[in-house]
């Protein structure tokens, strides 16, 4: 089945920073990648998504790199603000079953 | 947008009770529906996918016979826990994919807490 790494767990930046995550997944039937944020005791919110054809796509200051090759894809986020702390996890979604299979999640504190 | 709604948004039962979980898509059909649970800190762990009109699909390591689920209509899936105990205490989220977009929907979510 699917595996999905995220890295790091834990992730302090500076407010106005950049801030990075990344993961990788290991089974090529999976096609979709989204990407949440949550907020204590609240559902994951889609934030950005990338589909296997595309290769980097952007809104405002979120954007996600995908590398089908190498199974990696990425979120970057510029200029962070404090509302930016959170938890974010990666995903990866098969064509084969629609099944959602999430990284652990990283803690972004963004530091005033 | 796709709305998914879970009732109840939270529950406490006592060890050995049985707990319901309603999940519904209220604004499109769902043939399939996902439950996962998370625990403190830790991410969503899928739990099983949910088949209207036929038994459930449960991932490795999760019984069964102690999480019940139920796909009665296009629209609503049940997860119930039999016989709860302390470490069943979770969060349980269900989620839901309207036909023709890849993107889930994720309802809000039901704290359960076993004493």
């Known amino acids: 089945g699917e595996n999905v790494e995220q890295h790091p767990s834990t992730l302090s930046v500076q407010e106005g920073d950049s801030a990075v995550i990344k993961c990788t997944y290991s089974?090529?039937?999976?096609?979709?990648f989204p990407w949440y944020k949550q907020e204590l005791g609240k559902r994951p919110q889609l934030i950005i998504d990338?589909?296997?054809?595309?290769g980097e796509k952007k809104d405002q200051r979120i954007a996600v790199t995908l590398n089908k090759t190498a199974k990696h894809f990425s979120l970057h986020i510029t200029e962070t603000q404090p509302e930016d702390s959170a938890v974010y996890f990666c995903?990866?979604?098969?064509?084969?079953?629609?099944?959602?299979?999430f990284g652990k999640g990283t803690r972004l504190h963004i530091l005033p | 947008g796709a709305v998914v709604s879970q009732h109840p948004s939270w529950v406490i039962c006592k060890s050995g009770t049985s707990v319901k979980i309603e999940c519904r898509s209220l604004d499109f059909q769902a043939t399939t529906m996902f439950w996962y649970r998370q625990f403190p800190k830790q991410s969503l762990m899928l739990m099983a996918t949910?088949?209207?009109?036929?038994?459930?699909?449960?991932e490795q390591g999760v019984e069964k016979d102690k999480f019940l689920i139920n796909h009665a209509s296009l629209t609503l899936s049940t997860l119930t826990v039999t016989s709860a105990h302390p470490e069943d205490s979770s969060f349980y989220i269900c989620?839901?994919?309207?036909?023709?977009?890849?993107?889930?929907?994720f309802g809000p979510g039901t704290r359960l807490l076993v004493l």
């Open positions: 995903a990866a979604q098969s064509y084969r079953d629609d099944k959602i299979i």
């Open positions: 990338i589909r296997s054809n595309v």
């Open positions: 949910s088949n209207e009109g036929s038994k459930a699909t449960y």
């Open positions: 989620s839901a994919r309207p036909s023709g977009v890849e993107t889930q929907y």
């Open positions: 089974d090529s039937a999976s096609n979709y």
